[in-house]
C-alpha cells in the first residue's frame, strides 16, 4: 500500500533507470508520489514504470533522452507541459563520471560531464523552481558525491562538477528558507552501481579497497532527508568520518591522499 506523504504531487526523476536513481523512484511511489522518469534507455524506463506501477498503485509517465544534450532540459519540459502533467519535486540524479588523469582523457567525456552533471541539472531547476516557490512545497533533491568535498586528481572534472552542485544546493536551501519549498544535497560515497564501471573506478585503488553501499539504502536516506528539509546528506557512517577528516587536514594532504586513491590499483 502506498503511502500518503506525497498524495496529489506529482516528481520527476532523472537517470531513473538503474541504480540510485530507480530506488529514489521506488522510495517517493512508495509514499505516494506520482513519478515521471527519464534517462536514455526507454526499455529499461518501461520496466521501472511498469513495477513502480502496479506495486505502489501510482501514475507513472516515462520520458526517455539523453539530458546531455544542449537544451534537453528545456525539451523535456516541454513535453511534460504538453502531456498535461506537473512537477511538484525534481530529483536530479543523472550524472557520470570518468576516471583518470586530465591529459590522459579525450576532451569529450569531461565536457560530456559539465554538461549533464551541471548544465541539465541547472536547466531543469531554473525550470521548475519559481513555481515551487510560487506553490509553497515541493522541492528539489540534488544528487552530488562525497567527491564534492575536495579536489580529485586523476578525477578532476567529476570532482568539480559534484562542488557545484552541492554549493549550488546549499545556496538554493538557504533561498528557500521559510518558503516551504525543501532543497537537500545527497551525497553517497561508493555505491552499487553502472556507474562504477562506466566511470571505471572500480578499478582504482579505492574503488578496490572500499566496499560500496547497496544502492536501496542511499535512496532512503536521500529520501528522507528531502522529507525532512536536511540541506546535506552525506550516507553511511565511514563516508561521514572521511568527510569529517578532508575537512580538518591540510589541502595539500589530502590531494595526495585522494591522488593515491584514484590511482590503478
Known amino acids: 500500500m502506498a503511502g500518503n506523504a506525497g498524495s496529489g504531487q506529482t516528481v520527476l526523476v532523472t537517470g531513473a533507470s538503474a541504480g ?3 530506488d529514489l523512484a521506488e522510495c517517493f511511489a512508495k509514499n505516494g508520489y506520482d513519478l515521471i522518469i527519464t534517462a536514455r534507455s526507454e526499455a529499461a524506463l518501461g520496466e521501472v514504470g511498469d513495477r513502480l506501477a502496479k506495486t505502489y498503485g501510482v501514475k507513472v509517465a516515462i520520458a526517455s533522452g539523453d539530458l546531455g544534450v544542449i537544451g534537453a532540459g ?3 519540459a516541454t ?3 504538453q502531456r498535461g ?3 511538484d519535486v525534481l530529483v536530479n540524479n543523472a550524472g557520470f563520471g570518468h576516471a583518470g588523469g586530465f591529459a590522459d582523457q579525450p576532451i569529450e567525456p569531461q565536457l560530456g560531464m559539465i554538461d549533464l552533471n551541471i ?4 536547466e531543469l531547476t531554473h525550470i521548475y523552481w519559481k513555481g515551487m516557490l510560487a506553490k509553497k512545497r ?3 533533491l540534488n544528487v552530488a558525491s562525497t567527491a564534492a568535498f575536495q579536489p580529485g586528481p586523476l578525477m578532476a572534472i567529476y570532482y568539480a562538477s559534484k562542488a557545484f552542485v552541492l554549493s549550488f544546493s546549499e545556496a538554493l536551501w538557504e533561498e528557500a528558507r521559510g518558503t516551504g519549498v525543501h532543497v537537500s544535497c545527497l551525497c553517497p560515497g561508493p555505491t552499487v552501481s553502472k556507474f562504477r564501471d562506466r566511470a571505471g573506478t572500480d578499478k582504482t585503488r579505492l574503488g578496490k579497497t572500499s566496499k560500496p553501499m547497496a544502492s536501496m539504502p542511499v535512496a532512503q536516506e536521500g529520501y528522507q532527508g528531502f522529507r ?3 540541506r546535506v546528506v552525506i550516507t553511511g557512517g565511514r563516508n561521514r568520518m572521511m ?3 578532508a575537512k580538518m587536514l591540510p589541502r595539500e594532504q589530502v590531494l595526495k591522499t585522494v591522488r593515491r586513491l584514484q590511482e590503478p590499483a
Open 138 to 140: 515541493g522541492g528539489v
Open 79 to 81: 513535453d511534460i507541459a
Open 85 to 87: 502533467l506537473s512537477v
Open 243 to 245: 568527510v569529517g577528516a
Open 74 to 76: 528545456a525539451k523535456l
Open 119 to 122: 548544465r541539465a541539472l541547472t
Open 228 to 230: 525532512a528539509n536536511t
Open 20 to 22: 540510485i536513481g530507480v
